[in-house]
């Protein structure tokens, strides 16, 4: 039973993974820009998560959509106007312009939130699903505040699998991620499915920020996790599809759950990025990938 549990544990938490990812898969699929604020922007949205919990008593998940649509805001008003400017250059400017405001953005946490941990505690707390209670021979418990975030977070990535498939600003953006000249003879505006683009990316990691935040800790310097953990899901996922991201999301939650029970919690990461380096050797399409984003 223990490797069972293990298994719903990394299921649960790769759910979370698959709605940090995707949004990054977005924006590097369609804007050849490897986002390197990715990450802040997911601790952005565990912030403004938390003031409204403690100072409003908005719920985390019903304050999500909310965290989403301020993320956007921002995430279009950056692509207007700093990103669209080197958007022709090569990656390596892109890459630096990135990291530059991911740098910013976290020193204005560190001075606005300070560098505190700071974690959302549901009142009351919303316990678990004890399955022994109706199965007397399954010993199994699922704890409900993570079952309810990875459930949320299927829910946007499901949200953006429609968005691309089934309305019009979709078909534009995969049709800029097939070949964004073809489309700009088409008479598509690249500037404007840029800046959605971005946006969407930003809004999808305001939304699992705000998903994240009543179970792990928050902290301006977590960034740099969740963006890293972006990059394997990626890798493992394939770039460009929404369920590569999911599947991704995935494995790397069942990786991480399985390697903590046999190296260790503190060995997550380097587990993680142990599968990235490999992968990038033997299968550098990922699991899903493919052309287009859905």
């Not at 986002?35 to 100072?55: D, E, K, M, P």
């Amino acid at each position: 039973m223990l490797y069972v549990q293990i298994l719903i544990n990394g299921i649960l938490l790769g759910g979370l993974y698959a709605c940090i990812a995707v949004g990054f898969s977005l924006v590097w699929g369609v804007l050849n820009v490897i986002n390197i604020l990715h990450g802040s922007f997911i601790v952005l949205g565990a912030y403004l998560a938390f003031f409204a919990y403690t100072g409003l008593g908005i719920h985390p998940y019903l304050f999500a959509p909310f965290a989403a649509l301020v993320l956007f805001m921002l995430g279009y008003a950056v692509q207007l106007t700093v990103i669209n400017r080197v958007i022709e250059a090569p990656v390596l400017v892109t890459l630096t312009t990135t990291f530059g405001l991911a740098l910013l953005l976290d020193n204005l946490m560190l001075v606005v939130f300070a560098a505190n941990f700071r974690k959302v505690s549901l009142k009351p707390p919303l316990g678990v699903i004890d399955l022994s209670d109706t199965f007397p021979s399954i010993d199994l418990i699922v704890p409900v505040d993570r079952l309810a975030s990875m459930l949320f977070a299927l829910v946007f990535v499901a949200l953006l699998y429609w968005l691309l498939r089934h309305t019009v600003v979709g078909r534009a953006i995969v049709a800029v991620r097939m070949d964004r000249y073809a489309a700009t003879l088409m008479g598509v505006d690249t500037t404007k499915v840029f800046a959605v683009t971005f946006a969407l990316g930003a809004a999808l990691a305001g939304a699992a920020g705000a998903l994240l935040s009543p179970i792990f800790p928050i902290s301006p310097l977590a960034g740099t996790t969740y963006l890293g953990k972006a990059f394997v899901i990626c890798v493992l996922g394939g770039l460009g599809s929404v369920s590569g991201a999911l599947v991704g999301g995935l494995v790397l939650g069942v990786l991480e759950s399985f390697g903590a029970l046999f190296f260790g919690p503190e060995h997550s990461l380097t587990l993680s990025f142990t599968v990235l380096i490999l992968l990038l050797i033997f299968r550098p399409n990922g699991i899903m990938g493919k052309r287009g984003f859905v």
